[in-house]
């Protein structure tokens, strides 16, 4: 490709006790991709991004963010270097106001102006959030709550995002705009992992996709491709 990797896995590996959930796995992400790994339950999507993130300790292998090695970086450092993970089921303050738990996420930002534009940028893409404002994260419902943790997120301003499964449990409809704000953001210039269990929306809006199975990666191109191949189809786009 002729740059640099903004992520970049090599041979990595998760081991849970005598479980080995992720084996020898490579990847890259380039800067403004969006990537896609793909995979049936336990195949280990979670564990590769809880390992980028530093939130589970890796049996081998190397991480390599922006050319550091992520081992050097301290793990609560790392959405201030612009590597922000979005983790599964939608973790946000539920004793906190919406417009709280934005402030929240983007306290360390000394750019105001720049924050008061992602705040309306943010309420321009969820119309939902700018009306309940003032109501407490922990009242929202499953799909307003996805909405608000990717919003965070977003307040982070980063290089990179770790998505996982955004789609989880909800409703058609907001499934949409989930998958709406995430190409948004990407047109912004942020790179996305995705991680997605709907493997037909991901990788549509994805360029890029690995397969995993059982901890390793069985196969990897362009998504457009994988969504034709009949193997794909058959085991992931049923
Ligand atoms: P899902 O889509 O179901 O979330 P996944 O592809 O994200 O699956 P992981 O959550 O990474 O898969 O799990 C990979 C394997 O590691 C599974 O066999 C799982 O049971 C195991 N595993 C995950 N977390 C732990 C843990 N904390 N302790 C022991 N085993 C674990």
Request: hydrophobic residues 45%; glycine residues 10%.
């Amino acid at each position: 490709m002729g740059m640099d990797a903004l992520l970049e896995l090599d041979g990595i590996s998760v081991r849970y006790g005598p479980v080995e959930a992720v084996r020898q796995v490579s990847l890259q992400v380039f800067p403004g991709e969006v990537i896609t790994l793909i995979g049936a339950n336990g195949a280990g999507k979670t564990s590769i991004l809880r390992a980028v993130s530093r939130l589970i300790p890796l049996a081998g292998g190397t991480i390599h963010y922006s050319g550091d090695d992520v081992a050097r970086i301290p793990a609560h450092l790392l959405p201030q270097k612009g590597l922000v993970h979005v983790p599964e089921g939608r973790i946000i303050f539920g004793t906190l106001s919406v417009q709280e738990n934005l402030d929240l996420a983007a306290w360390w930002r000394r750019d105001d102006d720049q924050v008061q534009s992602d705040f309306a940028d943010v309420f321009g893409m969820f119309p939902r959030l700018a009306e309940r404002r003032k109501q407490l994260g922990g009242t929202l419902s499953g799909g307003e709550q996805q909405m608000l943790a990717l919003s965070r997120a977003i307040m982070a301003r980063p290089r990179i995002m770790l998505m996982d499964e955004p789609s989880m449990g909800l409703a058609p409809i907001f499934v949409k705009s989930i998958f709406a704000a995430i190409q948004r953001i990407n047109q912004a210039g942020t790179a996305i992992l995705l991680v997605e269990q709907n493997a037909h929306m991901a990788l549509s809006i994805a360029s890029r996709a690995y397969v995993l199975q059982t901890g390793r990666i069985i196969m990897s191109g362009d998504a457009e491709d994988l969504r034709n191949d009949r193997d794909i189809q058959a085991a992931y786009l049923g």
